[in-house]
């Protein structure tokens, strides 16, 4: 894990930039798809949960640079545990969010965590992409 990140240190800002972009408009689209195919095949919930996952992720994300940004910024003694106990509250807080969408209605959650699932695993592709041409041009 350590040279995984000490390769994902190595990509230049406007690469992640980049990539966040890549990634957030792909969800959406992959969103309002899921969406109308669902509506289409007459199953509105799993289609609203893709969605609904989706956005779970992409806000996720943004609150990871938010808080990046906000912990680079105020520079305390320990910025791994600071980081650390965001990223476990934003879990948390997924956690019972979709947890409340699979008691609320099924496939509704069952779609949720496929979103969030598929967009995850978008952007680890889409990364992992990014840093192979990365290190391809350094070669």
């Known amino acids: 894990m ?10 230049p800002l406007p690469e992640v930039g980049k990539i966040l972009r890549r990634v957030a408009l792909t969800g959406l689209g992959v969103g309002i798809i899921a969406l109308a195919v669902g509506i289409a095949i007459n199953h509105v919930f799993i289609g609203l949960g893709i969605a609904i996952g989706i956005s779970i992720g992409l806000f996720n994300i943004r609150m990871i640079v938010k808080s990046v940004a906000k912990v680079t910024e105020l520079s305390p003694a320990n910025p791994k545990r600071m980081l650390a106990v965001k990223a476990i509250y934003r879990l948390a807080i997924s956690t019972l969010v979709i947890i409340a969408l699979v008691v609320i209605r099924f496939n509704l959650g069952a779609g949720a965590v496929a979103g969030v699932a598929f967009l995850y695993i978008m952007l680890m592709a889409v990364l992992m992409v990014s840093i192979y041409k990365s290190v391809a041009r350094t070669l």
């Open 2 to 11: 350590e040279k995984f990140i000490t390769i994902c240190q190595q990509l």
